[in-house]
């Protein structure tokens, strides 16, 4: 079974710009969640989407937005870059919701530079 | 602040020694989580223990609870030059399955050959 991909893996950006970052989920997992990942923050949660609705959300500004397709494949934008937007950004997958009663599964990560 | 702070925040140890982390969280949970993470890469799960147990194995790793000190431990035996990496905790708020995750701050540990 694929695991959990992301695309692109590594990106640069210029402030100010938008950039959209694609996660496909392992198959037959419907649940998508999203995390940013800083040397400061540490891994703070984005959003979760099953089912193609959010489900849940962090704290995070309308900058920050995703959805999910049909299929479960999900796409997190960010609009309007800001240098503290420079991350790992992770994507994992479960069969069904709930991030913390099952076990999450985690892509690569797109590495987002911002200059 | 996070829910789930790590300690120590890095370790380094002998090959073949074994390595203890420590997750402290402030709220009562449903489930806590642990996670490998190497470096540049995704995280992996390693165990969930949930808030009525007390103690898990997989193989060389051991989990313990304990929600009156709201604290856990992860346990790696006879450690492994493979085992470096950063490890850590997930908890959530404990009011229901929609609760969000949390991260701990995480333990790096190293292995010396």
């Known amino acids: 079974k694929a695991g959990v991909t992301q695309t692109p893996r590594y990106l640069i950006k210029t402030r100010g710009q938008q950039v959209t970052l694609s996660c496909s989920p392992i198959s037959g997992h419907r649940s998508v969640s999203w995390y940013q990942q800083t040397p400061g923050q540490g891994l703070q949660f984005l959003f979760e989407?099953?089912?193609?609705?959010?489900?849940n959300k962090g704290n995070f500004p309308g900058r920050f937005s995703g959805r999910q397709f049909s299929n479960s494949r999900s796409e997190m934008n960010v609009s309007t870059l800001e240098l503290g937007d420079s991350a790992l950004y992770l994507c994992?997958?479960?069969?069904?919701?709930?991030?913390?009663?099952?076990?999450?599964?985690f892509g690569d990560g797109t590495r987002l530079s911002i200059l | 602040s996070q829910q789930g702070e790590e300690d120590p925040q890095a370790l380094s140890i002998q090959e073949g020694e074994n390595a203890t982390m420590n997750c402290s969280y402030k709220t009562s949970i449903n489930n806590l989580q642990w996670y490998r993470q190497n470096s540049g890469r995704g995280l992996v799960h390693l165990i969930l223990i949930r808030s009525n147990e007390r103690e898990k194995h997989s193989g060389r790793l051991r989990v313990t609870l304990d929600t009156s000190k709201k604290s856990s431990s992860l346990l790696i035996t006879a450690s492994r030059a493979a085992d470096t990496a950063s490890y850590f905790c997930?908890?959530?708020?404990?009011?229901?399955?929609?609760?969000?995750?949390?991260f701990g701050s995480g333990t790096r540990l190293s292995i010396r050959p």
């Open positions: 989407y099953f089912s193609e609705t959010q489900r």
């Open positions: 997930a908890t959530d708020g404990g009011y229901s399955s929609a609760s969000k995750i949390i």
């Open positions: 994992a997958s479960s069969p069904s919701p709930g991030q913390i009663n099952q076990p999450q599964h």
